[in-house]
């Protein structure tokens, strides 16, 4: 009978090489399981976050498209049930309102397109006063309005300063002039010249092809146009603002007293004062933002604005365009 002290004498026991060598791969097992457990946290935690910010995006998708339907129905449909009026009575052209829904809130506005400028009508004077307002210079302002001109006519004859097609063809990516009556008001932003103020606003606030005039209804302005009018004045946006909840028309006396003297001169050519919704024509734009839950100091997540165009009819409605972009 072998005892234990003669089997390990005879070479049956562990080394200590390779004891020292075993504790190498167990700890090297080990740190691969911790690695491997790590990066299936890691790929979980990351599949809860996209899982939930897909949820907050389709919330507050669902929210911008709550406060359309809740312009749309303050337009069309004119509440009458009491219970209605206190949150949702008269809605002024282009005044804000906020509504706290379940899973977020919701901002939207109404306004008619009487109270843009019309990119096929407007005086060159109109448009070149808000390219001035951006800070273009008059020669850059210049370019501009010779490129809208020649951008409209059906020729290829070339303005001082325009631009036709075959400097549209030069660009890196090219593309042909409409030589014809704008259809969209975002191809301002086409317009040689019109790059610079690309992402500074919307041309659906500013511009349309529906105000059927050379003038502006101040009684239908869009937060960026009144914007324009009291260049960037928050004091007399706010007054602005006052006044059109307390009465259902501006005079022009009163919009003098609002912007000053000076403005309003410059200004007052291309003013007038309808009473009500002179166009079938409105944009509403309704921003949707979703809550996150359990964040009370930033409660406001995934957002997502709707902007769309309508044309009121005397059975209903028609949308005509439709624009969605997440924040």
């Known amino acids: 009978m072998v005892t234990i002290t003669q089997w390990r004498a005879s070479g049956g026991g562990i080394s200590g090489n390779n004891r020292g060598f075993a504790l190498v791969v167990v700890i090297m097992v080990l740190l691969l399981a911790s690695f491997l457990a790590s990066q299936l946290t890691l790929d979980v935690r990351t599949e809860q976050r996209i899982a939930a910010n897909a949820k907050e995006r ?4 669902i929210l911008a498209e709550d406060g359309f339907n809740i312009a749309l129905f303050r337009l069309v449909d004119k509440p009458v ?17 906020t509504h706290s829904l379940k899973g977020g809130q919701v901002r939207y506005y109404a306004a008619n397109e009487s109270g843009k400028i019309d990119i096929n009508a407007a005086e060159p004077k109109l448009l070149e006063l808000f390219l001035r307002h951006w800070k273009l210079s008059a020669e850059q302002a210049g370019v501009v309005l010779a490129s809208l001109q020649d951008w409209r006519d059906p020729d290829n004859l070339l303005r001082l300063n325009g631009a036709e097609q075959e400097y549209y063809m ?20 086409l317009l040689r010249g019109a790059d610079v103020l690309a992402g500074k606003f919307s041309a659906s606030e500013i511009f349309t092809v529906h105000n059927q005039g050379k003038t502006i209804n101040v009684n239908s302005l869009t937060p960026a146009m009144l914007d324009f009018i009291v260049e960037g004045d928050e004091s007399r946006r706010q007054a602005y603002q006052e006044a059109r909840q307390t009465h259902d028309t501006l005079s022009a006396a009163m919009l003098r007293q609002i912007v000053g003297e000076r403005r309003f001169s410059e200004l007052e050519p291309f003013f007038r004062y309808e009473a009500g919704a002179s166009s079938l024509f409105y944009t509403i734009t309704s921003t949707g933002e979703a809550a996150v839950p359990g964040n009370a100091e930033n409660s406001a997540g995934q957002g997502m604005t709707v902007s769309a ?18 924040s």
């Not at 389709?58 to 998708?61: E, I, L, Q, T």
């Not at 165009?309 to 969605?324: D, P």
């Open 309 to 326: 165009l309508v044309r009121i009819l005397a059975n209903g409605y028609q949308v005509l365009s439709w624009q969605e972009r997440y």
């Open 81 to 97: 049930a009491l219970e209605a009026e206190e949150a949702y009575g008269r809605l002024v052209n282009g005044r804000s309102y």
């Open 58 to 61: 389709r919330r507050a998708a």
């Open 170 to 189: 030069q660009l890196p990516e090219p593309y042909i002039p409409r030589n014809g009556r704008i259809e969209d008001p975002s191809e301002f932003f």
